[in-house]
C-alpha cells in the first residue's frame, strides 16, 4: 500500500508540473521560430525520441506525419529541429498539399520558417492532378507554389511529354519554363528549343533560341515564337522557314497554322516551290497548302529555273497555282509587271505564265525585246517557249515590230492588226506574218551589202523572211501598195511608221527585275 501511495504522489506531481514545463519549452521556441502556428506539428509517429542540449529541441520520429499550413509530410525517419523549424526526411518521404499536389522522394530537408521543401532521391515525382513531374532533386516553394529542378527532369500531361535539363513549375498558374535541351513531344509533332514556357491549360508553348517543330507535314525552324499544341497554331517573331516536301516558306515573321499547314509571313518573305524550281520573293506572302496556292506582294518577284537559264516575273503582288496531278504552276502577276531572261525581256500592266505548256501571256501594252535587236508591242501577246526558248509570238491589236539593221544603222519595222512573229536559233528573228492592216518599212541591201533603198509597202496580208537581223525575202497576199525609195531620196519622216518608238533603254535588266534597282 504505501509503494502504491507513493507512485500516485509522484504521477499527481508530474501532472501538475507538465503545464509549467510545456509553457517553458514553448517560450524557447517561440523566440527560435515565432509563434506555435509556425512550427512544423507532428500529428502521428510510431515512436518519438526527444532530446533538448543548450536550449535545442531535437525529436527523432519514426513512420511520422506532420502538419504545416494546410500540407502533410511523411515519412519513415525525420528529424525535427524544433528551434530552427527544419526537419531532414529520409524513406518513402511525401509531400501532400490540399488536394491537387502529391510530391514523394527519398529524403527531404523541409524549412518551415520559409516553406521550402527540397526532395531527392533515384525518382522524385510530382503530381499535379493531370501532370506529373519527375526528376531526381526537385525544390518547392510552398508559398508561392513554384516548383524548382536543376538536374533533367520530365513532365507528362494528357497529350504532352516535355523533358529538359531544368525547369520551373508554377502550380498555381499551371505555366512551366524550361531551360536547356528542351524538348517537348505530341502525338501531332515534336517541339525542341533552349528555353520555352508552355501553360497547361491555354497550351500555348512561348520559345527562344535555336527552335524546330517536326510534324508529319513537315518542319519549322525559328529563334523565337509561340506555338498551341491544341490548336497547332504557331507565331513566329524572328527569321523563320516552313519545310515540307512541296515547298519552303522563310520569313522575318511568320504565322502557321499546322492543321492546314497554311503560312503567312512578313518581311523578305521567300517561298520555294520544289517539284518545278520556283521560287517567290516578296515583302509579305502566305500560302495555302491545300489549294497549292501563293500569293505574294511587296517588291515581289518570281525566279523559275529553266534548263540553265532563269526567268524572272516582277509584279505589284504575284500568285501562284500548282497543279498537283502534273506538279505544273500558274503564274500570275498583277500591274507593274517586268519579266527577265538573258535573251527575252518584257514590261506590262499584268501577264500569265503557264509552266504545263510553256505560254506566256502579256496583256495591256505589253512590250518585249528578244536579245538587243528586236522590240514588239501590241495589245496582248502571246510567247510559246519550246525546249525552254521562245518559239513564237502572237501579238493582237495595234501590233508593231522593230528590228534594228546594225548594218545601215536603221530600224526595220512591220505592223498590223495580227502578227506572227518566229524565231530560230540563238533566238534569232526568222519569220513575220502580217494578218490585216499590213504596213512595212524595210531596208533593201544588194549582194555586196550595199544599201539600195527604203521599201515602204502596205497590204492586208505580208510574210517577211529575216536573214541577219534584216528582212531577206517578203511575199504580200491580195494587192500591195509600195514604192522602193532610193537612198538619197530618203528623208526622216519616211524612215518612221506611224506609231513608231524604240524603247531599248526601257528594257529590263535583271537588277531592276529583282529590285535591286529602282
Known amino acids: 500500500m504505501s509503494i502504491k501511495a507513493d507512485m500516485l504522489k509522484v504521477m499527481i506531481f508530474v501532472v501538475i508540473s507538465i503545464p509549467h514545463i510545456l509553457l517553458a519549452q514553448n517560450n524557447i521556441t517561440s523566440q527560435a521560430a515565432g509563434t506555435e502556428g509556425d512550427?512544423?506539428?507532428?500529428?502521428?509517429?510510431?515512436?518519438?525520441?526527444?532530446?533538448?542540449?543548450?536550449?535545442?529541441?531535437?525529436?527523432?520520429?519514426?513512420?511520422?506525419?506532420?502538419?504545416?499550413?494546410?500540407?502533410?509530410?511523411?515519412?519513415?525517419?525525420?528529424?525535427?529541429?524544433?528551434?530552427?523549424?527544419?526537419?531532414?526526411?529520409?524513406?518513402?518521404?511525401?509531400?501532400?498539399?490540399?488536394?491537387?499536389?502529391?510530391?514523394?522522394?527519398?529524403?527531404?530537408?523541409?524549412?518551415?520558417?520559409?516553406?521550402?521543401?527540397?526532395?531527392?532521391?533515384?525518382?522524385?515525382?510530382?503530381?499535379?492532378?493531370?501532370?506529373?513531374?519527375?526528376?531526381?532533386?526537385?525544390?518547392?516553394?510552398?508559398?508561392?507554389?513554384?516548383?524548382?529542378?536543376?538536374?533533367?527532369?520530365?513532365?507528362?500531361?494528357?497529350?504532352?511529354?516535355?523533358?529538359?535539363?531544368?525547369?520551373?513549375?508554377?502550380?498555381?498558374?499551371?505555366?512551366?519554363?524550361?531551360?536547356?535541351?528542351?524538348?517537348?513531344?505530341?502525338?501531332?509533332?515534336?517541339?525542341?528549343?533552349?528555353?520555352?514556357?508552355?501553360?497547361?491549360?491555354?497550351?500555348?508553348?512561348?520559345?527562344?533560341?535555336?527552335?524546330?517543330?517536326?510534324?508529319?507535314?513537315?518542319?519549322?525552324?525559328?529563334?523565337?515564337?509561340?506555338?498551341?499544341?491544341?490548336?497547332?497554331?504557331?507565331?513566329?517573331?524572328?527569321?523563320?522557314?516552313?519545310?515540307?516536301?512541296?515547298?519552303?516558306?522563310?520569313?522575318?515573321?511568320?504565322?502557321?497554322?499546322?492543321?492546314?499547314?497554311?503560312?503567312?509571313?512578313?518581311?523578305?518573305?521567300?517561298?520555294?516551290?520544289?517539284?518545278?524550281?520556283?521560287?517567290?520573293?516578296?515583302d509579305e506572302g502566305s500560302y495555302i497548302r491545300d489549294k497549292g496556292f501563293s500569293k505574294i506582294f511587296g517588291h515581289a518577284y518570281v525566279r523559275n529555273v529553266i534548263s540553265d537559264d532563269t526567268l524572272y516575273i516582277r509584279a505589284d503582288t504575284l500568285y501562284s497555282f500548282e497543279n498537283k496531278i502534273d506538279s505544273t504552276r500558274k503564274l500570275v502577276g498583277y500591274k507593274n509587271v517586268f519579266i527577265y531572261k538573258s535573251n527575252f525581256q518584257g514590261k506590262c500592266d499584268s501577264i500569265i505564265y503557264n509552266t504545263a505548256d510553256s505560254i506566256i501571256k502579256f496583256f495591256r501594252k505589253p512590250i518585249l525585246w528578244s536579245d538587243q535587236y528586236y522590240q514588239m508591242e501590241a495589245d496582248t501577246i502571246t510567247t510559246f517557249l519550246v525546249n525552254n526558248e521562245v518559239n513564237r509570238m502572237l501579238l493582237k491589236g495595234h501590233s508593231f515590230v522593230i528590228t534594228e539593221d546594225t548594218l545601215v544603222k536603221q530600224y526595220n519595222q512591220v505592223k498590223g492588226r495580227t502578227i506572227n512573229a518566229y524565231f530560230g536559233e540563238k533566238n534569232k528573228l526568222k519569220q513575220v506574218l502580217v494578218d490585216g492592216n499590213g504596213e512595212s518599212a524595210y531596208y533593201a541591201v544588194d549582194d555586196k551589202e550595199k544599201m539600195i533603198g527604203l521599201n515602204r509597202v502596205e497590204c492586208g496580208k505580208m510574210n517577211l523572211l529575216f536573214a541577219d537581223n534584216r528582212v531577206n525575202r517578203i511575199a504580200f497576199i491580195g494587192k500591195p501598195d509600195g514604192r522602193l525609195i532610193p537612198p538619197s531620196k530618203i528623208v526622216q519622216a519616211e524612215r518612221q511608221l506611224d506609231g513608231f518608238n524604240w524603247r531599248i533603254t526601257d528594257k529590263p535588266t535583271k537588277e531592276k527585275t529583282t529590285w535591286q534597282k529602282e
Do not use: C
Not at 235 to 243: G, L
Open 39 to 282: 512550427i512544423v506539428e507532428i500529428i502521428k509517429s510510431d515512436e518519438l525520441e526527444i532530446t533538448n542540449e543548450n536550449g535545442t529541441e531535437i525529436r527523432k520520429v519514426t513512420n511520422g506525419t506532420f502538419r504545416h499550413k494546410g500540407a502533410l509530410l511523411y515519412s519513415n525517419l525525420a528529424i525535427q529541429n524544433r528551434t530552427t523549424n527544419i526537419i531532414e526526411a529520409f524513406g518513402n518521404v511525401r509531400i501532400v498539399q490540399g488536394d491537387t499536389i502529391t510530391i514523394t522522394g527519398d529524403t527531404l530537408y523541409y524549412y518551415g520558417n520559409t516553406r521550402m521543401a527540397i526532395v531527392s532521391g533515384k525518382k522524385v515525382v510530382m503530381k499535379d492532378r493531370k501532370r506529373t513531374l519527375t526528376t531526381r532533386k526537385l525544390e518547392y516553394d510552398m508559398a508561392a507554389g513554384i516548383a524548382y529542378y536543376k538536374v533533367p527532369g520530365r513532365t507528362v500531361d494528357e497529350s504532352d511529354v516535355l523533358t529538359s535539363k531544368e525547369g520551373f513549375y508554377n502550380t498555381q498558374t499551371k505555366e512551366f519554363t524550361y531551360y536547356k535541351n528542351v524538348k517537348l513531344v505530341n502525338k501531332k509533332y515534336t517541339l525542341t528549343t533552349d528555353t520555352l514556357l508552355y501553360n497547361s491549360i491555354t497550351k500555348w508553348s512561348y520559345f527562344n533560341g535555336p527552335s524546330k517543330i517536326v510534324n508529319k507535314d513537315g518542319t519549322v525552324k525559328a529563334t523565337r515564337g509561340q506555338y498551341n499544341t491544341e490548336t497547332s497554331q504557331s507565331v513566329f517573331k524572328t527569321r523563320t522557314t516552313v519545310d515540307n516536301e512541296t515547298y519552303t516558306l522563310t520569313a522575318d515573321s511568320l504565322a502557321v497554322d499546322g492543321k492546314s499547314n497554311n503560312g503567312q509571313g512578313k518581311g523578305n518573305v521567300i517561298i520555294v516551290a520544289k517539284k518545278d524550281k520556283t521560287i517567290l520573293n516578296g
